[in-house]
């Protein structure tokens, strides 16, 4: 080969057309058990089984990314690990699932050679403590498993590239996406406000003074003017409940202008933004609408602070991106669950391969969350499961988790309960936003030439 831009061929002597290496048999179905496990589903440049001739194959470039290339046989071989044929169909280059995965190895080179321009790496002994993870799981060390793979004719050294390619691109990820998300606490404290404004009720008193809709001057001017003694009144301490059934023209003036108690959102309109910011006993200067003078007083106020379960979890998520679509993601999360039902270390697997780095580096604790307020697919799943077992895995808004469930309890949820629950959510979001703008940043900003029939 004189340079990336010639096509690869090797001639087969017997014949002048493609031959394409076979599915591989029933034992590449152990390999892709180990490339999930190791949490390198997706990208894989591995030698074909052994009995399949390197003669045999004519190759071809299929896209060049930047300063690199994409080959038919890599595209063949990511459409084999996905499950699909390894012969595509040529009618579905440019759209369908062929595109869509050739789609993702463009983005996973062009993020590869981001992480070598500003010098990241994996060492060995990162490589070796996966691979020791794998064998254990195997029931086997590393030199077992490499005995095992050479059997089935697939290359260990091309797993050990698989795996160091993987966590190249997680690395890549947290260095330039990750690390780089700040959490403002005003916007901690603006949702926190919210979801306060949103369990507290208020007990109001009301009086309206009402006026005609053909009311002249002198009648709107004598309303206000009796509004304004009326608060006088009030204030000096004269009983609301005598006043209201004396003069008020509401429903309510009956009961002495109780409301009862209301949420924000059962507040009428006309002050509902007032009634948050008052204090207990306050009654303010009458309000002016177009049906007269209103005359508020806030009674009380009182949080829906109610007996809630809550959950400690300790969580390992998956995520659906430009390394694992859906199906592998799910398989890798079923990988995981059986490792943890088979008694791993669930701290060592969170640090190791979940894609939430605030979690992970405690270990994938979540610390103690209300039920109702984790994202769908938590509380259904959840409903049921006892305290220390291991629940998964299930599909999130984020991805696919795994769970342990550590303790349960009922209790009254605090402000503190409140921050971290929303702060959590907050960073989730930024984490989801952020990285999907960067991938397409970087897909933008590359040369892309595709060289598809």
């Not at 160091?164 to 690390?179: A, I, P, S, T």
């Not at 949420?263 to 008052?278: C, G, I």
């Not at 007083?297 to 390992?316: E, G, P």
Request: proline content about 4%.
């Amino acid at each position: 080969m004189t340079g990336w831009g010639e096509a690869l061929r090797v001639i087969n002597p017997c014949r002048n057309k493609l031959a394409f290496p076979k599915a591989a048999d029933q034992s590449h179905g152990l390999f892709r058990t180990l490339l999930l496990l190791a949490g390198v589903s997706l990208i894989i440049t591995l030698s074909y089984p052994s009995s399949v001739k390197a003669e045999q194959i004519l190759d071809r470039i299929v896209a060049v990314v930047d300063d690199d290339i994409i080959l038919f046989s890599e595209l063949q071989q990511r459409l084999q690990q996905e499950g699909y044929s390894d012969n595509p169909d040529p009618s579905e280059y440019k759209t369908g699932i062929v595109h869509q995965i050739l789609e993702r190895m463009i983005s996973e080179k062009i993020q590869l050679q981001l992480a070598e321009r500003i010098g990241l790496s994996i060492s060995n002994a990162e490589v070796r403590q996966i691979l020791e993870n794998i064998a254990r799981t195997n029931n086997s060390d590393a030199r077992g498993l490499a005995k095992t793979m050479q059997k089935r004719g697939y290359s260990y050294a091309g797993l050990q590239q698989s795996i160091k390619r993987q966590l190249l691109l997680r690395k890549l990820r947290q260095h330039e996406v990750d690390r780089r998300i700040r959490i403002d606490d005003r916007e901690i404290h603006d949702q926190l406000r919210i979801q306060k404004e949103m369990n507290t009720r208020y007990h109001l008193q009301h009086i309206l003074l009402s006026t005609p809709e053909s009311a002249d001057a002198q009648t709107l001017e004598n309303a206000k003017a009796q509004a304004f003694e009326l608060v006088e009144q009030l204030r000096e301490g004269a009983e609301f409940a005598t006043l209201a059934q004396q003069y008020s023209a509401s429903s309510s003036a009956q009961s002495g202008g109780d409301l009862g108690w209301r949420s924000r959102a059962q507040l009428p309109t006309l002050f509902d933004s007032m009634v948050p910011k008052m204090f207990i006993g306050q009654i303010p200067d009458p309000i002016k609408s177009a049906t007269g003078w209103h005359i508020i007083k806030l009674i009380d106020v009182r949080s829906n602070t109610a007996i809630i379960s809550q959950v400690h979890l300790r969580h390992i998520i998956i995520r659906v991106d430009d390394r694992l679509n859906e199906q592998m993601a799910q398989e890798q999360a079923q990988m995981l669950f059986e490792q943890l039902k088979g008694n791993a270390d669930f701290k060592k697997l969170a640090q190791d391969y979940s894609d939430d780095p605030v979690s992970a580096q405690r270990g994938g604790d979540l610390g103690w969350i209300s039920i109702h307020n984790l994202p769908p697919g938590f509380p259904d799943t959840l409903a049921n499961a006892k305290k220390s077992s291991i629940v998964g895995p299930f599909r999130s808004p984020y991805g696919w988790h795994v769970v342990e469930v550590l303790d349960r309890r009922e209790r009254q949820t605090t402000e503190e309960d409140m921050w971290l629950q929303i702060e959590n959510l907050i960073t989730q979001e930024k984490l989801e936003e952020h990285y999907a703008l960067w991938v397409r940043k970087l897909r933008d900003n590359a040369f892309v030439e595709y060289r598809l029939p």
